[in-house]
């Protein structure tokens, strides 16, 4: 630090001998080692109390990071759960799916369920291109179809067969 050499030392203590007087100077020097003393106490304690605030900047620190590391194994934890939820949801519904499956597929239903259907069947308008084509032998005259529809011919109309005659009936709801 300062580079005081033994000749630049003699000269101080030739001044001080000389500006303060050889009765005064014991008590000068003691003087000055107490202050120097205080000094170095000072500086010391300054030097201890700084190490100490460090030392509390890292308690703090590593505090914080204990309770950063304590939310980020909540954080964890809870993920977790949420996976074993997810898991838990989709074996649940991986066994549905397994016991719907033991009862075949859907689309399989008992005869009695496909009543909706023939009535579905039966609204639908009936067009020539799906219109069953009579045969000879299923042929009739105008007097069968007198029969089956309950009513005398037109005049003006051709005769129809049977089928034909079944086929407007069940359109119409009173077949069967």
Same mark, same amino acid.
């Given at each position: 630090?300062?580079?005081?050499?033994?000749?630049?030392?003699?000269?101080?203590?030739?001044?001080?001998?000389?500006?303060?007087?050889?009765?005064?100077?014991?008590?000068?020097? @003691?003087?000055?080692?107490?202050?120097?003393?205080?000094?170095? @106490?000072?500086?010391?304690?300054? @030097?201890?109390?700084?190490?100490?605030?460090?030392?509390?900047?890292?308690?703090?620190?590593?505090?914080?990071?204990?309770?950063?590391?304590?939310?980020?194994?909540?954080?964890?934890?809870?993920?977790?759960?949420?996976?074993?939820?997810?898991?838990?949801?989709?074996?649940?519904?991986?066994?549905?799916?397994?016991?719907?499956?033991?009862?075949?597929?859907?689309?399989?239903?008992?005869?009695?369920?496909?009543?909706?259907?023939?009535?579905?069947?039966?609204?639908?308008?009936?067009?020539?291109?799906?219109?069953?084509?009579?045969?000879?032998?299923? %042929?009739?005259?105008?007097?069968?179809?007198?029969?089956?529809?309950?009513?005398?011919?037109?005049?003006?109309?051709?005769?129809?067969?049977?089928?034909?005659?079944?086929?407007? %009936?069940?359109? %119409?709801?009173?077949?069967?």
């Amino acid at each position: 630090m300062f580079d005081i050499g033994f000749t630049e030392l003699l000269v101080c203590l030739v001044v001080a001998l000389v500006v303060i007087g050889p009765e005064q100077l014991p008590g000068a020097v @003691r003087t000055a080692g107490l202050w120097i003393g205080r000094l170095k @106490r000072s500086l010391r304690d300054t @030097r201890n109390e700084i190490e100490r605030q460090i030392g509390a900047d890292d308690i703090r620190r590593q505090l914080h990071n204990e309770e950063v590391m304590q939310n980020i194994e909540e954080a964890r934890i809870k993920f977790e759960q949420t996976l074993l939820d997810v898991q838990q949801y989709e074996d649940a519904n991986a066994d549905a799916r397994r016991q719907a499956s033991d009862y075949g597929p859907p689309d399989e239903l008992p005869d009695h369920a496909h009543g909706d259907e023939s009535a579905a069947e039966r609204s639908k308008p009936v067009t020539p291109a799906t219109a069953p084509q009579p045969t000879p032998a299923a %042929s009739t005259t105008s007097s069968t179809t007198v029969a089956s529809t309950g009513s005398a011919p037109v005049a003006g109309t051709t005769p129809t067969t049977t089928h034909q005659a079944a086929n407007t %009936s069940a359109q %119409s709801g009173t077949g069967h």
